[in-house]
């Protein structure tokens, strides 16, 4: 089980003085055991630039893999080792078809790993913690922490083929093609 975030979020008061107006853990946490994967929703904004007015809690919304139109995702994910996976191949690609993040081109007939994907974003991803093999069409990168990944919008998966936890800061931006 991923350990908690503490999530500081700021805000102006009446005065216009900077003050937390959140200082807790992070409550918005989503654990897929039988795939191996728990998501840490931190911050959603629906449009650029961001309206700074709004005072919700932004990460009390459901929202899918993707942001918004327009808009972006902040989250921290992390994937436990694969041999801790507990759904099959067959399992595991079905639930990436139903999420509408399929890969593109060749990749989408057989993926050479069930949790390949593409989305229409641009991704500022952070190796946190632990490391991660990043899968590509025909080629793969092996991280560590403090490794960044921009991810433009290609197919690719996440793989932690080692013995412990690999936690990802992750910024989804909406992008075009």
């Not at 919304?61 to 067959?90: L, Q, S």
């Not at 999420?99 to 990749?107: F, I, K, Q, R, T």
């Amino acid at each position: 089980m991923a350990s908690p975030i503490r999530r500081v979020v700021t805000g102006k008061d009446a005065t216009g003085k900077a003050i937390a107006i959140i200082d807790d853990v992070a409550a918005s946490v989503h654990r897929r055991e039988e795939l191996g994967v728990t998501n840490t929703l931190l911050w959603v904004t629906d449009s650029n630039p961001v309206d700074l007015s709004i005072r919700e809690d932004t990460a009390n919304r459901k929202i899918g893999i993707t942001p918004p139109t327009g808009g972006t995702i902040f989250r921290v994910i992390e994937f436990a080792p694969e041999t801790e996976v507990k759904a099959d191949y067959e399992t595991r690609l079905r639930n990436f078809q139903g999420l509408g993040v399929a890969p593109e081109g060749e990749s989408r007939q057989k993926p050479r790993h069930p949790a390949m994907h593409r989305t229409r974003t641009i991704d500022y991803a952070l190796i946190l913690s632990g490391e991660i093999d990043l899968l590509l069409d025909d080629s793969e990168i092996h991280l560590k922490p403090g490794d960044v990944v921009i991810q433009r919008g290609t197919n690719h998966a996440w793989v932690n083929r080692g013995k412990t936890p690999c936690r990802v800061a992750a910024v989804l931006l909406d992008a075009k093609d």
